[in-house]
Antibody
Framework: EVQLVESGGGLVQPGRSLRLSCAASGFTFDDYAMHWVRQAPGKGLEWVSGISWNSGSIGYADSVKGRFTISRDNAKNSLYLQMNSLRGEDTAFYYC???????????????WGQGTLVTVSS | DIQMTQSPSSLSASVGDRVTITCRASQSISSYLNWYQQKPGKAPKLLISAASSLHSGVPSRFSGSGSGTDFTLTISSLQPEDFATYYCQQSYSIPWTFGQGTKVEIK
């Protein structure tokens, strides 16, 4: 059974940093691309970032480019999102998500974690 | 960026009804279109990929069609567990974008 468990969310002040982690199990982690997708409370889905199986291809939404960094550690079956210079509009549930494919050329997300809430507020 | 627009934003329907949700892309995306279902407090689930390919384990009452800019998700006979919000998502070009969602409510 595929399991994706996010951690690291919480309350943070504007301008500060936070690092999210995602522990993956139930599949061969280094065969697949991974993504972060967020959802502000009561709002729709927004793709944040994606990374290919070997970290060779990485993409970001314009809204986070230059502030967020995605990475993965295949030896630890883990995905990360380093979030710097956080803003109020970054407040959201952040979902770790598995791609059906190894690359990020086409994003088909076939499994999602339960999400971790990031609240940016003073 | 490719904009995805769903209609309607919400609808009320009864168990057994046939339900159709439309998704329109701001430019042609061939068949690079996926559909997700999200229930309150839960993560989304993949229903359909590549416009019409049913994901493993998804009931056959769900179907998708379309190509280019216009796509449709159809639920042939609405069941109680289908009341949820549905999102389309284009997988044609980065940044991957979602529609704003269609909430299916009980009439």
């Amino acid at each position: 059974e595929v399991q994706l468990v996010e951690s690291g969310g919480g309350l943070v002040q504007p301008g500060r940093s936070l690092r999210l982690s995602c522990a993956a199990s139930g599949f061969t982690f280094d065969d697949y691309a991974m993504h972060w997708v967020r959802q502000a409370p009561g709002k729709g889905l927004e793709w944040v970032s994606g990374i290919s199986w070997n970290s060779g291809s990485i993409g970001y939404a314009d809204s986070v480019k230059g502030r967020f960094t995605i990475s993965r550690d295949n030896a630890k079956n883990s995905l990360y999102l380093q979030m710097n210079s956080l803003r109020g509009e970054d407040t959201a549930f952040y979902y770790c998500a598995k791609d059906r494919n190894s690359g990020i050329a086409t994003a088909v997300i076939d499994y999602w974690g339960q999400g971790t809430l990031v609240t940016v507020s003073s | 960026d490719i904009q995805m627009t769903q209609s309607p934003s919400s609808l009320s329907a009864s168990v057994g009804d046939r339900v159709t949700i439309t998704c329109r892309a701001s430019q042609s995306i061939s068949s690079y279109l996926n559909w997700y279902q999200q229930k309150p407090g839960k993560a989304p689930k993949l229903l359909i990929s590549a416009a019409s390919s049913l994901h493993s384990g998804v009931p056959s009452r769900f179907s998708g069609s379309g190509s280019g800019t216009d796509f449709t998700l159809t639920i042939s006979s609405l069941q109680p567990e289908d009341f949820a919000t549905y999102y389309c998502q284009q997988s044609y070009s980065i940044p991957w974008t979602f529609g704003q969602g269609t909430k299916v409510e009980i009439k």
